[in-house]
């Protein structure tokens, strides 16, 4: 028999366009060479432009779901998006305890990239008060890492900075915090890792710069975020596996396309694309993937 690859274990709502949710998470984990477990935690009506509407499974279902395959398999990690509704946080949150030495990775999703809101206040402090001191990573951008960390103190959070945002995520119980700066006025895209350093104080462990590329893309934080728990389920540390997950997402954006009338798909297959693409060759050197 075939040596088994890891498993991840994704919760998240579906999406017809298979450019975020669901379908985002699996593409990229099988891409980089995991199997990809899904649970379902509820159903969108969107397309290429936006969200249209939001069922939220019953959290029973996300329960049984949930517990049926974990009693089945082994898992590597865990990764969160769209959870659709308190009661799913909670459940959620009492399954992932049940595993506290499996890497939990949470994509904190607010809106969509139409700015559709997808998560009310009663959800961001569940998230915040339920999962992030469960959290091995959060991965927010910079709209989200302002709104979650100050969630209980209204609008006045817009000029917040990101450093100290993070020190707040931190505070919550997360061990890493991982804003993107992709809504950031940057000539470069500036995402910012942080956690505890080498003496044990919180803050910036390290800055990455990516060239920003032109254009609009729909479930780029999916992307980034399960890549991040494959390369995590492959044994790579935390740094190795955030750089190596960012350059695999910046290639996906780079080798994006428009589907729609809306925005860019990130191609997480774009390896298999052409053997003798540059672009292949450029991330054959970093790739956990064996293709």
Not at 258 to 274: E, S, V
Request: aromatic fraction near 8%; glycine fraction near 8%.
């Amino acid at each position: 028999m075939a040596e088994t690859p890891p498993l991840v274990l994704t919760f998240a709502a579906t999406d017809p366009s298979g450019g975020a949710g669901l379908q985002a998470d699996i593409l990229a984990l099988a891409s980089i060479g995991c199997h990809p477990l899904s649970v379902v935690t509820g159903v969108t009506v969107q397309d290429t432009v936006g969200v249209e509407s939001v069922m939220a499974l019953d959290a029973d279902w996300v329960n049984d779901q949930a517990r049926t395959i974990l009693e089945d398999v082994q898992i590597a990690a865990f990764k969160l998006g769209l959870l659709g509704s308190v009661e799913n946080i909670a459940v959620i949150a009492e399954i992932v305890a049940d595993y506290p030495d499996v890497p939990l990775i949470i994509d904190p999703i607010l809106t969509s990239g139409r700015g559709d809101e997808l998560a009310n206040e009663e959800m961001q402090s569940a998230m915040c008060e339920l999962l992030f001191p469960q959290a091995t990573l959060i991965t927010p951008n910079s709209f989200e890492a302002r709104r979650l960390a100050f969630y209980e103190e209204g609008d006045e959070i817009q000029h917040t900075s990101l450093d100290e945002s993070a020190l707040r995520l931190l505070e919550m119980g997360a061990e890493y915090v991982l804003i993107t700066g992709t809504h950031e006025r940057t000539n470069d895209v500036v995402n910012s890792l942080f956690g505890s350093n080498s003496n044990g104080a919180s803050g910036l462990i390290k800055a990455y710069h990516w060239e920003r590329l032109v254009g609009s893309y729909h479930g780029s934080g999916c992307t980034l975020t399960s890549a991040i728990a494959a390369c995590l389920a492959h044994g790579l540390s935390m740094e190795e596996a955030i750089q190596e997950a960012q350059e695999y997402t910046w290639q996906t954006l780079k080798n994006g396309f428009r589907p729609g009338m809306g925005q860019f798909i990130p191609d997480r297959f774009f390896w298999a694309r052409d053997e003798d693409d540059a672009a292949d060759k450029q991330f054959d050197k970093v790739s956990p993937i064996q293709h």
